[in-house]
């Protein structure tokens, strides 16, 4: 059913290419999807991965381009000539993928790609694309959508279609413009199909109708997409004027990049990386929450060094000081998380910042006592040191509270003036509670020896 | 654009509602979708709710029921006699979702409410589907598609997809079956308004098919779509016989629930929460890990509690007790969310278990070299104790090191016997790194002092 790269497959398909058996390749890549040969590419090295892209057939290979990493693509592009780009890549592509393969060049090279193209409609759509910034509703969209005028009726509206939709592998929805091109509504495939032929569109097309705006955040396309389970939603400039649609495959991809993102900030990961990238990258990616990790051991170091005579006095103070930081590193973690899983599927609700916090206070209280009777009954029961027991149950108390409220004020804090909320996940919350709790341990044992 | 819901909003409409204006309320509900009257009703008191529920208009209060959570719509259900769940709820939505509202009663119920659809086709399709665990293709499909037979003509096709297409909102693809229902390939709307009427369906029907069988898990069908970009995906039974279909809005619910747990999972919580969920649910979901964070720390608190009395000589020693327990613990999130991230997304790539780890290996030696090199400078110019300089560095590049392997060994291991890896993040890898990199600090100090 799906395709599964094996190592075998590889070498044999390898071989076919070297050995120029046009016939065993044909066998090997039958019924392959332009994901799958994008997946091949990646595993070989970069001379078979030439060899096995120049025998492909031209459709297929600019679909795989498009499918694969970008710095394979660029590899590819670079070896590639500015006339080839052109003719074999681009002129296969729909408007939104050529215009992203182009964007990825020099400006200078852009130029010499474009002049090369030669369906005039498809250069000056691609150009038009350019404009915007990739992160945008411009930037995701397509130009190729089939469109109708609203004063038609049923028969020229079909007939429109059969010219307009040469060009676009689906149709989805048939859009219904006035004169001017301004966005009306639509008109279902269905509903044409069931009307009589001499219906006036007007009569049939449906207002209703979701749309996004030419500058919108691609982020606020996909919760759009994603809240109203749309597979395409048209794209409108300024002053109502249909300009393009984007599908819903574009927005995938930009939703599993947002929560991978999330997880990846979560996780203490500052780049978008992956298993399969070098250790150099990967390496660059951990080093920056690494860094803060150890400015504030160092910072903790320091607490504890304050209450260096205490420690002396009564070693078994030092017991607990991994079980304290951990404990609140673990309960802001769980906070925040929640919080941003919230803002990003945008279920927080009406509930004001407050009622937030005294929910979360009543999460720390019940958490704070369980966890906090249980450390106290293992103390009292192993150590029989009733101030020690005294001291590790109640700031451990203190300690869940506080990182409770302090995860969930954080980021909710940092959403309110537009910083991304996932920043005060993973280990910058697990830091600076981390550091906090180990002084309101030592204060509290300070407190309660000096009794 | 996207309907935004407020409080003054809220109050507006309850007051409608309550005075039976219902002009006012036509306006009020002008335009909105299902999922906006269900983030209404969700907003609402349970009066306020059931009162503004029954003055909707049927189809869009049956398509709102859907989109509710699974708790609300359970309190819908209880206050609606079978008649009416079956008359005016599951006779407006399509088999898949009518299977799902049914699915959720008693099995008592289930028999009531399917005895009470007139539509005998919709109820026998309903009862197919009820036959399929939820989370597999069975369960996700819709018996509504559009087939045509491969023996026909263009003609002909075009008469069958009116007929069939009168109660599919959208028709996406039409499929070819031979006499025996068997699934042959698929047909675009776009090919059959090009066709002459004569052709023949076998002449210009596609056979390249991406399809799953009815008893593939949900995550992947999720898989197979995301990957190959589909709308829809067709449903086979075993002997290839064309059973149903899935569209893409239900699978990326289906994506958004798996990243969403594993982001929880990694972030320490162990069910399916909401910010909005009451108080005892979120500590419920949060307990669990912080006693496992607990029992860390007991553990930890006996590894510091045997080298006792070389804290008394050395107090020095407990001060980067914290700094070397929370870099185990990032370092060890950082190596499993990779891989974890790596699993979800199918992007392992073909390397090998030892490649990945030797990998691993690099990125936690250089880390580590750096790292400990940055404390050995701060412990040597601030604290000028080369011992105690030597002991902190040396074993936080152990400590990185070993976090970083075990951080990618274990999720790995899990997936290999088919246990959730995300179950390796978060709090328990945290854990295991803690208390591990607790003694192997301890050690290195014993190992010092006693030269």
Redo the contacts between chains.
């Keep these: ?2 395709f599964e ?3 075998e497959y ?1 070498e044999h398909l390898n071989g076919a290419v070297e050995n120029g058996q046009q016939a065993e390749l044909d066998i090997l890549i039958d ?1 392959l ?1 332009a ?1 799958d040969i994008a997946e091949i590419l ?2 070989q090295t970069k001379d078979e991965a030439k060899a096995f892209y120049l025998v492909l057939p031209e459709e297929l290979a600019a679909d795989a381009l498009v499918e694969l990493d970008e710095d394979t693509r660029e590899r590819f592009l670079k070896e590639t000539s500015s006339a080839d780009i052109a003719e074999k890549i681009i002129e296969n592509l729909d408007s939104d993928d050529a215009a992203d393969v182009i964007g990825e060049l020099s400006e200078e090279q852009q130029d010499e790609v474009i002049s090369h193209i030669e369906d005039i409609e498809h250069a000056s759509d691609i150009i038009d694309l350019l404009h915007y910034d990739e992160d945008t509703a411009g930037g995701l969209m397509a130009k190729e959508l089939v469109k109708v005028n609203i004063n038609s009726n049923v028969a020229t509206c ?1 007939k429109e ?2 010219d307009q ?2 060009e ?5 929805t048939v859009y219904v413009v006035d004169d001017n091109d301004l966005l009306q509504g639509r008109i ?3 509903k044409l ?2 009307a009589p032929d001499n219906n006036k569109v007007e009569d049939v097309y449906t207002k ?1 109708l ?4 030419v500058d ?1 955040e691609g982020e ?1 396309v996909a ?2 997409m ?4 749309l ?1 395409v939603v048209p794209v409108i400039d300024e002053i109502g004027r249909l300009l393009g649609r984007i ?3 574009d927005v ?1 991809d930009f ?2 990049e947002e ?2 993102k ?3 900030m ?4 500052s780049e978008n ?4 990238d070098s ?2 990258v ?2 660059r990616a ?2 920056p ?3 803060i ?2 400015f ?3 910072l ?3 607490v ?2 304050a209450y ?1 005579g205490q ?2 006095l009564h ?2 103070t ?10 609140a ?3 802001g ?2 906070s ?4 941003v ?2 803002l990003a ?1 945008n ?5 004001g910042i407050w009622k ?1 916090l005294f ?1 979360e206070l ?2 720390g209280l ?2 704070g006592l ?2 906090g009777s ?2 106290f009954a ?1 103390n009292y029961f192993f150590s029989e040191d009733l101030t020690l027991s005294i001291i590790v149950s109640t700031s451990l108390f203190a300690v869940i509270v506080f990182a409770a409220i302090f995860g969930t004020l954080v980021p909710l804090m940092l959403d309110k003036y537009k910083i991304d909320p996932a920043l005060a ?3 910058f919350i ?2 600076v509670n ?1 550091v906090f709790g ?1 002084f309101l341990y030592l204060y509290i044992g300070y407190l309660m020896y000096s009794v």
Tied chains: 1, 2.
């Design positions: 059913m799906q790269l094996t190592k590889l019924g999807h994901v990646e595993e079909i279609i059969r939709s040469e676009i592998e689906n149709i989805f279902s495939l269905k199909l069931l209703e979701k749309l996004v705006k919108s606020e919760q759009i994603d809240k109203y389970n597979v599908t819903i495959d995938v939703m599993r929560s991978d999330d997880y990846q979560a996780s203490g990961i990386v992956e298993s399969s250790a150099w990967l390496t951990r080093l929450w690494l860094l990790g150890l504030g051991g160092i903790g170091a320091q504890i060094e260096e420690i002396q070693p078994e030092a017991f607990f000081i991994p079980l304290i930081a951990a404990m590193g673990n309960v973690v769980q925040s998380a929640i919080v899983q919230g599927n279920s927080l609700g009406l509930d937030k929910k009543l999460v019940i958490n369980v966890l249980l450390i293992y996940t993973g280990p697990t830091t981390d180990l």
